[in-house]
């Protein structure tokens, strides 16, 4: 069921509105979904327009990962919205932005459409990061990851660190043979729900900050991909083979930073 739509005008915050319905956060393959408007009006650049709506499958920018891109269109008459950018704000209220101004008005009943090649690639590209973590793991690497970046190309993942010529030599042939290993076992992603006090329970060490006030509190989303968890919001292949091969391109120290930079294998 959908929620009735807000008393909200086009020109009144999104703070005002409730949450947006995750659904991308369900199904990584759910490329289309009823709902309905909740708002419209200006983008926040002021260059284009924003639809916000009671539930939605596209996955917005963030944590690393590209915001989805699609349309959506009215059930009865009006027209389609093409959406080139997806965003979250604070309050969880999910902003769907396009150029032109969409034939749809607060109460319609949309169908949202996500173009699927492209949710494809983000999940994978994203699953990918998340095994280069556990790749680092088997190879008794247990530098912190602090950042990833799973946009095409120039996909990496941060660690805070540095490591030596020759222990960046030695460990890219060892990152590439357990990556090549844990794509071929087909391992299936497990997604939960915990509560932030009990993080350390699912997540190794090294992928929580080690101030334990830093993990938050209430229900945190934690997204296991090859046997390894972490705390993500964004879309995941089911199992590793969906990978279909990543290439270990480089490993590189800069600073007290150490990147991982990869490729995806189609």
């Known amino acids: 069921a959908t929620a009735k739509p807000a008393s909200v005008a086009a020109s009144e915050p999104a703070s005002n509105l409730p949450p947006t319905e995750a659904l991308y956060q369900t199904d990584t393959y759910l490329f289309t979904a009823s709902a309905t408007v909740l708002a419209i009006g200006p983008d926040a650049k002021g260059t284009g327009w924003s639809v916000k709506l009671d539930r939605t499958c596209f996955h917005p920018q963030g944590g690393g990962q590209p915001a989805d891109q699609g349309t959506i269109s009215a059930c009865e008459g009006g027209g389609t919205f093409a959406v080139s950018m997806v965003s979250k704000d604070k309050a969880g209220v999910v902003s769907h932005d396009g ?34 973590d556990v790749a680092m793991t088997n190879a008794k690497c247990n530098l912190r990851p602090t950042k990833g970046y799973h946009f095409t190309p120039g996909s990496y993942v941060e660690y805070d ?106």
């Not at 032109?100 to 173009?115: F, H, I, N, Q």
């Not at 492209?118 to 990061?129: E, L, P, Y």
């Open 99 to 132: 150029p032109e101004e969409p034939s749809l008005k607060v109460g319609d009943s949309v169908t949202c459409t996500v173009d699927e090649a492209s949710r494809r690639k983000n999940a994978r590209v994203h699953s990918a990061g998340h095994l280069i």
């Open 161 to 266: 660190g540095k490591l030596e010529a020759a222990e960046r030599d030695a460990l890219l042939p060892k990152l590439q043979a357990s990556m090549d290993e844990l794509i071929g076992q087909a391992l299936p992603t497990k997604v939960l729900t915990v509560d932030a006090s009990e993080l350390g329970q699912h997540c190794p060490p090294n992928a929580l900050p080690e101030d334990r006030a830093l993990w938050g509190k209430g229900w945190v989303r934690v997204v296991s991909v090859g046997g390894q968890g972490c705390p993500c919001g964004g879309t995941h292949v089911y199992d590793t083979k969906e990978l279909k091969g990543v290439k270990v391109e480089a490993v590189k120290s800069k600073g007290k930073i150490t990147r991982i930079s990869y490729s995806m294998i189609d």
